[in-house]
């Protein structure tokens, strides 16, 4: 190699060392020469590190042209506390690696995981990898372990949070300081003492921002609920509180405010004077598979009816938000839960699941680490009432349940039959949208049969995701992590939207608890108890039989 080729190579190098960090480029070098093994290796160098250049160049651009532009005004770390956990391993890591590999956070974003367990960068890593997507190679993947670092510490040492601090402010060098986005991946248990030590020693300083995401649950009841709403506030403003609900993160669901109000049709019929009843139903063919003593801490109300389908029955009975602005959207949905009546024993069946008729699944009492006798439900199904002009005396119908005979999450709108002139001969409109599996909506009409005859059938204005998008839909933990990181609120839970929440299901928590209603038996695998179905249809129509769409029971 000359003196002038290596000098130039000299010169390319340093210029390059300064745009990327060294680790990274040294990685890209080894893999291009083992791949192509070139007879020169320097020569080869020199021919190649000037198009890496170019290469980085043109992926910057594309990167800053997809990252609002404010995400690379200054560095950014995300910080995963609990990242040796399930839920960081299964949840949170797999969508930043998802949000890093489709440019939507830039490429230098430092994603740091915090835990009490010991392990070296490569054991962290090899524990990630198996769980994030097959959809990009090797290489994007390796990429992604260079931003990534894992800091071992407890939860309420300060020390521990100290040195998380050195770490943060290490990687945002020369910057003074960057953001910080803490994902809480914990239990309940250790929130405030984590929340303290990031407020006492890892807090940015202005212009930086500082925002915290915090996993469910938030709270037993009404009143821990309020205390742990105190107790954050006084650490951190409501804007900076990022309460995580997954559903509000899911494509159907974000999309219902979109559904509602920018579709004229609905705006005159969207209440009591034509919609009949509305099922909110949450379904999940496995049972609680060794995690029941966990379970039984909360039961199927706290897990699923208090957040997530409460969440969904706010979207779909709120009024028509001034306008789209995050507070202006939780101001509406604040107010139509405070006109929700408390559930009611009357309105309301529990389940429990027995071992399955061929023996194959225990039931839930089966469970070495459920206490023996539990009374918790694992199927619950409560009927709700908006005590307001819009939606008095329709029945909201929320169901959930585990370990029953298919698993899916609907959303059914029934309206009120067309009397005349048809009568009794046609079905019911019903505007159904599947969260999953399989997105879609679809509006059930009836129509005549094609040809000379006057026979009715009942058919669909379908809208299935796959079928007229054929887009990949993001996970529900990718949108919201992503919305957090923008700092926009609106599918996060506000405090008094919490308090809300739980004021309609503590009462009712109360008196399970009391024993003054019991969880009625049901066989693993089969529809829940036969009170709940006759419950259900006093208020929704099950109609004709002339509908047929590969539609499976309602």
Known sequence: MSASSQAELDFKSEQYLRDKKVPQIINELVQELVTNKPDDALGYMSEL???????????????????????????????VLGASGDLAKKKTFPALFQLYAQGLIPSKTSIVGYARTAMSHAEFCAKLKPTLSKDWDDTVIEKFFLQCHYVKGSYDNGDDFKNLNKTLMDLEAPHSCGSRLFYLALPPSVFLPACSCIKTHCHAVAPAWNRVIIEKPFGRDTESSAKLATDLGMLFQESQIFRIDHYLGKEMVQNLITLRFSNKLFS?????????????????????????????????IRDVLQNHLLQILALIAMEKPKTLSPEAVRDEKVSVLTHVKPAQLSDTVLGQYTKSLNGSEPGYLDDPTVPEGSNTPTFAQTVLWVDNDR????????????????????????????????????????????????????????????????????????????????????????????????????????????????????????????????????????????AADERKYSYYSRGLSNYNWGEQQN
């Not at 590190?49 to 532009?69: F, H, Q, S, V, Y």
């Not at 209440?271 to 199927?300: A, H, L, P, W």
């Not at 370990?403 to 009568?423: C, D, H, N, S, W």
């Open 49 to 79: 590190i000037p198009k890496m250049k170019e290469t980085d160049k043109g992926a910057k651009k594309a990167e800053e042209e997809r990252c609002p532009k404010e995400l690379n005004e200054r560095p950014l770390a995300i910080v």
């Open 268 to 300: 005159h019929i969207w209440d009591k004077s034509c919609i009949s009843n509305v099922q909110i139903t949450f379904k999940e063919t496995i049972g609680t598979m060794g995690r029941g003593g966990y379970f039984d801490s909360s039961g199927i």
């Open 391 to 530: 939606w008095d005396g329709v029945p909201f119908i929320l169901k959930a349940a585990k370990a029953v005979e298919r698993k899916e999450v609907t959303i059914r709108v029934q309206f009120k039959p067309e009397l005349r002139p048809f009568g009794d001969q046609v079905n019911r409109n019903e505007l159904v949208v599947r969260l999953q599996p399989n997105e879609a909506m679809y509006l059930k009409i009836n129509a005549k049969d094609p040809g000379m005859t006057s026979a009715i059938h009942t058919t669909e204005l379908d809208l299935t995701y796959k079928d007229r998008y054929g887009v990949a839909l993001p996970d529900a933990y990718e949108s919201l992590i992503y919305e957090a990181v923008l700092g926009h609120t609106t599918n996060f839970v506000r405090s008094d939207e919490l308090d809300a929440a739980w004021k309609i299901y503590t009462p009712l928590l109360n008196e399970i608890e009391k024993g003054t209603i019991r969880s009625e038996p049901y066989v693993f695998g089969t529809r829940g108890p036969p």
